[in-house]
Structures are given as structure tokens and as C-alpha cells.
């Protein structure tokens, strides 16, 4: 099994930052993905974006030049650095970890982030 535990999550103005740490735990296969999604009230969950422990990076288009994944994988974590938050960033965000050989998703419990004057 693994686990995921989100931190980092809060409110921020308009045009603040934010970090999210996820931290995993289990049985981490070395090739994986990680990353972070996130859901509004009323809308579906959407990729922000995703790293792989080797190889490709993926960015939503609404949050490219302003977000920033980042992972230490002997840590077993991903970053996501928000800057120039926007309140239509406004959303649970949800820690995630793909195993591409098993096909299976892990999901963190979510952690709220608000951005409001």
C-alpha cells in the first residue's frame, strides 16, 4: 500500500504564494509518477501538474509560468511551488502517485487552498 500526506494548503491574497509538500510512504516502485490535482466546488478534478521520477514534467495551461513541480525522490516527495495565485486557483488540491506498471493511482486526502482578498 501507499500513503500520501499533503501539507501546505491555506488562504492567500491575490498574487501570494503558496507551497504544498506531499510525502510518500509505502511500497513506492522506483518508477512512478507524481503530482497534484485539484477540484473546485461544482467542477471535476483536473491535472495541475505532474512529474515523473525519470523523464517528463506536465503543467496545466492555465498554470504554466506561475507553478512549479518539483520532487526529491530520495525524500519520496513532490513540491508544488504556487506564485502569482489567482482566486480561480481556488480549490482542494489532491496529492497523486501512478505506478505505471501496475496502473494503479494513489490519492492524498486533499488539502484546501483559498485565494481571497
Known amino acids: 500500500q501507499v500513503q500520501l500526506v499533503e501539507s501546505g494548503g491555506g488562504l492567500v491574497q491575490p498574487g501570494g504564494s503558496l507551497r504544498l509538500s506531499c510525502a510518500a510512504s509505502g511500497s513506492i516502485f522506483s518508477i512512478n509518477t507524481m503530482g497534484w490535482y485539484r477540484q473546485a466546488p461544482g467542477k471535476q478534478r483536473e491535472l495541475v501538474a505532474s512529474?515523473?521520477?525519470?523523464?517528463?514534467?506536465n503543467y496545466a495551461d492555465s498554470v504554466k509560468g506561475r507553478f512549479d513541480i518539483s520532487r526529491d525522490n530520495a525524500k519520496k516527495t513532490v513540491y508544488l511551488q504556487m506564485n502569482s495565485l489567482k482566486p480561480e486557483d481556488t480549490a482542494v488540491y489532491y496529492c497523486?502517485?501512478?505506478?505505471?506498471?501496475?496502473?494503479?493511482?494513489?490519492w492524498g486526502q486533499g488539502t484546501q487552498v483559498t485565494v481571497s482578498s
Open positions: 512529474k515523473a521520477s525519470v523523464g517528463s514534467t
Open positions: 497523486n502517485l501512478y505506478h505505471p506498471w501496475t496502473r494503479k493511482n494513489y
